[in-house]
């Protein structure tokens, strides 16, 4: 199989794979907007194939013809260079386009851009794009079982969503695993597909430290809000104190107590915290308070690196003590692609690893994810270090 035809089906797969997270939701489910952050999965199902039109197709194929003219203004997520858009807070009111025409747009962009690849002249920069538009989509995949447990979480009745994206019970006894100081090659070699902000290989030193080999249970945690956790103030940052103080937070997003009992809702429903299952949906705030609290500390993006091999990662995504900020050399491309990465480094942390919602053959443990501390909605968890 020559490299175009691995491409479309990894673009066919892909474009299935998105639909297929929606195949549970009724209709309703595709609309709401309950938070800021959260993005209606029609907006999602648009926006991922509002990328490819705008990028691979409009620029690059003069036989093609866009589906909607209202399209480019309602579905560009923040990319300025491509012009005006519909404010994120108000992607929830978007009653029309309907369901069934936003499926209909992704169909027509789809068959359109295989016909696209079919033809022999393409050149590797379109090739890097139309890779690009499907890491894009991979990554909107996460986002939008995100956002779907969220907007199914804070209805009443807790609905069941089904069996996927399950997390796997930890085992019981934790190992630190023990790297010694020295200096260590960090970043992406570029071989391989890789976004920008993984680029520019370069040398960190690191002092010896520690890693361990498990994620926090819930069990741990709840010793930790059993012990005052959440009203001592010496274990948090100031920011995180205020933030915990004004939102109420005395739990992880969708932790209830019944009867005294803690209770989550997850895809399965309405359920008994199980203690053994890895803790998720915390803030950099709670995972900093929960290791300083034990003793210890989140590990820096850089040591979690240099252990991926030696560690199973891949239930959540792992908070680190690192700001998102560019490595040596980092270069924003030119044009609205430019603005992929690059505009957000700053205020925002990283997280490494991968998680249950990260699509098979997405992750890479040069991946760097990243969000703003206060950020719980995301499948998140705590890896400890020292």
Not at 35 to 50: F, Q
Request: proline letters at 5%; charged letters at 25%; hydrophobic letters at 40%.
């Amino acid at each position: 199989m020559n490299k175009i035809e691995a491409l479309k089906n990894l673009l066919l797969k892909t474009r299935k794979a998105t639909e297929e997270i929606c195949a549970p939701l009724e209709v309703e489910d595709y609309v709401p907007q309950p938070m800021e952050d959260v993005s209606p999965p029609k907006w999602h199902l648009a926006h991922s194939t509002w990328f490819f039109e705008q990028f691979v197709l409009v620029p690059n194929d003069p036989d093609y013809r866009i589906f909607s003219p209202d399209f480019a203004y309602l579905f560009n997520s923040y990319y300025n260079n491509a012009g005006d858009r519909v404010l994120r807070p108000n992607r929830g009111l978007m009653s029309r386009p309907p369901v069934r025409e936003v499926i209909a747009y992704r169909q027509y962009v789809t068959e359109a851009l295989l016909k696209f690849m079919d033809k022999s002249d393409l050149s590797s920069e379109i090739l890097a794009v139309i890779t690009l538009g499907v890491n894009h989509e991979q990554q909107h995949q996460e986002l939008l079982v995100y956002d779907i447990k969220y907007i199914l979480g804070n209805q009443p009745t807790f609905p069941i969503y089904g069996d996927s994206f399950s997390l796997q019970k930890e085992k019981m006894e934790r190992t630190f695993i023990q790297f010694k100081e020295g200096i260590y090659a960090i970043g992406a070699s570029e071989d391989d597909f890789c976004f920008d902000n993984e680029c520019g290989q370069h040398k960190v030193f690191l002092h010896d430290f520690q890693i361990a080999d498990t994620l926090v249970t819930n069990g741990e945690y709840m010793e930790f809000m059993a012990a005052g956790g959440y009203g001592d103030f010496n274990l948090w940052l100031a920011e995180g104190w205020d933030y915990i103080l004004k939102e109420k937070i005395q739990a992880p997003f969708y932790w209830h107590q019944q009867d005294e009992k803690w209770f989550q809702y997850t895809f399965q429903g309405f359920r008994e915290v199980e203690k053994e299952l890895p803790v998720a949906h915390l803030s950099f705030y709670e995972a900093l308070a929960f290791a300083t609290w034990k003793g210890m500390r989140l590990p820096t993006e850089f040591e979690w690196e240099v252990a991926a091999d030696r560690l199973n990662w891949g239930q959540l995504w792992e908070w680190t003590y690192s700001a998102y900020h560019p490595y040596p050399g980092f270069k924003k491309a030119p044009g609205a692609l430019g603005e992929y990465n690059g505009k957000f480094m700053i205020n925002q942390n990283v997280l490494r690893g991968a998680s249950v919602a990260t699509p098979k053959g997405h992750s890479r443990k040069t991946y760097r994810n990243f969000f703003p501390a206060s950020s719980r909605w995301l499948f998140s968890g705590i890896r400890l270090a020292k």
